[in-house]
């Protein structure tokens, strides 16, 4: 059946997006690949198969690894292909979804760690077909499952049901007949369409995704800032074929914290696995997949081969802690080390135990911004304060205005930090910069300062090991100081530096004078918001948010309020303060998935917490005043 549906659904020119129930075994993956491999031979090269799967306890890597090696002689080369893809790719199964690109452009696995009915709720795409393979879960059979598959259904939307129970097989068909889709049984399935003819809604129509940007061989953008924010944004829109201008104020790239020697790479762990988890750890995976190759062939510097996460007090132990209980916190993700194992990692005595995360680790975020901008559809002008943007009337497209020049793009990405404040204003960003100092230390000055075998964050965060243009340091920091906007270092944050490292690390550093050869210090402003996650996305039309929402009552049914509208074309992404490396390649992600229409695979359950609009909706919904 799924054969024909696809052979019908190529002749749509759209997307595809498949629900299926269970990954738990060698079947369920072999319909993936069979699927894959069947989309891609009948497909147009625009259109994308979103492959979504809601398991407790999905396949195991080693699981999958095992028919890999032996070769499976079923496996046609493609198949072989996108199996690698699924193993190289395949995330640490931790509660919540999990993205998977198998194929860029054509093939994504949508992975939901968890029960179906819980997680259902935060899909937020039309689904166009149902594989529910629920014989022995009847307990999934119910009217949240059928009103959910309404909700997601479309004209047209189908799907087949594989029948266990016979107890249950009235009920069922009860419940799917209530909820408009026709029901025909075929021995021990059902299978039937959605009847009714509608299109997709989303179920926070202020929080819609914006439109789909039509693109051509000549599309344009244009991108406010050179840091890493901005230079992944140019960077993932490079790679689908945009020509990118990026305009930095500064002579160079990397000036504020991304031209750090060093920052750490590691999740956010919370006790209950709380939104701001889940957004991070999607980030953290979409790092890892971002930079392990380029790590891998030398194209940029850093260690993603370990990191101790010291527990500095008690709350941090606690929530540690807890975390590996009621979580579930898989050994490849990050286990528990005494304080004589974390000594043993670093190489230098602690008295803290600790979590350790054997993929994270550190890397220059310099040299990410410049292998970024490398890319050939990417020009760089420096030393461009922008003045002003503007949307060109009748054409669609953004007019941004610097001292002495005035470039024009189809697609504009703000990306500019906490120092860009009239124009955060303009765009209504809670943007503030928080200035951090971290010390840096050359190792051939300071030869009695030992190595760490692994990078450390306690209070702050240590790293070793870090070889740039032939000379070796240490870095360690980095203090918090605000509303302080002097870009001048002082020797009370060098202390505040040396205090940190020394708590954790008794003996490591010898001095925290400012003045110790081979001793410096780099200031960088980060970009935070009041609940300290980022603003990912595009701006909305605020005339359009204010007349539809803001001046109208709160109390209303979802279905009363229009979808948002935006800005077109306007993106953002800011905001991403001190765990920026866990997420501005996130948002070049979801920004690119917006420009092409794709962001709804997405979980609601993080999206709308990195929404721009989010703090003007949530005073709205609460009944607040702006």
């Not at 690109?101 to 819980?118: A, I, Q």
């Not at 074929?241 to 020697?261: D, H, I, M, Y």
């Not at 975390?323 to 080390?337: H, N, S, T």
């Not at 303009?426 to 000055?445: D, M, Y």
Request: net charge neutral; proline share 5%; glycine share 8%.
């Amino acid at each position: 059946m799924l054969k024909t549906v696809v052979e019908q659904f190529a002749k749509t020119n759209g997307d595809f997006n498949l629900v299926q129930t269970r990954f738990a075994d060698d079947l369920a993956v072999q319909t993936l690949l069979n699927l894959a491999e069947q989309w891609l031979a009948v497909t147009a090269a625009h259109q994308t198969l979103c492959f979504v799967v809601f398991e407790p306890v999905p396949i195991s890597k080693q699981a999958l690894t095992a028919p890999a090696e032996q070769e499976v002689a079923s496996h046609s080369l493609i198949q072989k292909t996108l199996l690698k893809a699924l193993i190289e790719t395949y995330p640490f199964l931790l509660p919540g979804q999990h993205l998977l690109t198998l194929v860029p452009g054509r093939v994504k696995v949508s992975l939901w760690v968890g029960d179906l009915l819980p997680n259902l709720p935060f899909l937020d795409a039309p689904v166009h077909f149902w594989h529910l393979n629920l014989a022995e879960s009847s307990d999934y059979y119910s009217p949240t499952l059928f009103n959910q598959m309404a909700r997601l259904g479309v004209a047209g939307t189908q799907y087949i049901c594989n029948l266990g129970q016979d107890e249950l097989q009235q009920e069922i068909q009860q419940g799917l007949s209530k909820s408009g889709f026709s029901v025909n049984k075929q021995l021990t399935t059902l299978a039937g369409h959605y009847q009714h003819l509608r299109a997709f809604s989303s179920k926070k129509p202020w929080y819609a995704s914006p439109l789909a940007i039509e693109q051509s061989n000549d599309s344009t953008a244009c991108v406010i800032g050179a840091g890493l924010a901005g230079a992944a944004a140019a960077f993932k829109l490079a790679e689908a074929g945009w020509q990118v201008t990026v305009l930095e104020a500064e002579p160079s790239a990397a000036t504020q914290a991304s031209g750090n020697l060093a920052g750490a790479i590691h999740p956010l762990v919370t006790a209950d696995w709380n939104i701001r988890s889940q957004f991070y750890h999607a980030g953290y995976e979409t790092t890892l997949a971002w930079l392990s190759g380029w790590l891998k062939a030398g194209e940029i510097v850093g260690n993603l081969d370990g990191l101790m996460q010291l527990t500095m007090d008690d709350k941090m132990q606690h929530r540690l802690t807890s975390a590996i209980e009621r979580v579930g916190l898989p050994k490849d993700f990050g286990y528990w080390c005494s304080a004589v194992q974390a000594s043993q990692k670093i190489g230098i005595k602690t008295q803290f135990e600790g979590m350790f995360f054997p993929k994270a680790g550190w890397v220059n975020p310099k040299s990410i911004v410049e292998r970024c901008l490398q890319h050939p559809n990417i020009k760089v002008v420096y030393q461009q304060t922008v003045e002003s943007i503007q949307q060109v009337d009748g054409t669609g497209s953004w007019q941004v205005v610097s001292q002495n020049t005035q470039y024009e793009s189809q697609i504009l990405v703000v990306a500019s930090g906490g120092l860009s404040q009239a124009l955060n204003k303009k765009l209504n960003l809670p943007v503030r910069p928080t200035k951090g100092q971290v010390t840096q230390i050359e190792t051939a000055e300071n030869p009695s300062i030992q190595t760490l075998k692994t990078t450390v964050t306690h209070q702050g965060y240590s790293v070793s090991g870090i070889n740039l243009q032939g000379k070796n340091y240490h870095v360690s920091g980095a203090t918090f100081e605000a509303p302080d906007l002097s870009p001048m270092a002082s020797t009370a944050s060098y202390q505040a530096n040396f205090d940190m490292a020394s708590r954790a690390l008794p003996g490591w550093l010898p001095s925290a004078e400012c003045d110790v050869p081979g001793y410096s210090a780099k200031v960088g402003f980060r970009p935070t918001t009041p609940d300290h996650l980022p603003l990912i996305g595009a701006v909305v039309d605020a005339d359009f948010a204010n007349k539809h929402y803001y001046i109208q009552s709160h109390t209303h049914s979802a279905f009363r309020y229009p979808a948002q509208q935006y800005q077109r074309g306007l993106f953002v992404s800011n905001g991403h303060g001190a765990r920026g490396l866990m997420s501005v390649f996130l948002a070049a992600d979801v920004i690119l998935e917006q420009v092409q229409g794709r962001a709804t695979n997405y979980s609601l359950s993080w999206l709308q917490a990195v929404h721009p609009e989010r703090f003007k909706v949530r005073n709205w919904r609460n009944a607040k005043t702006f």
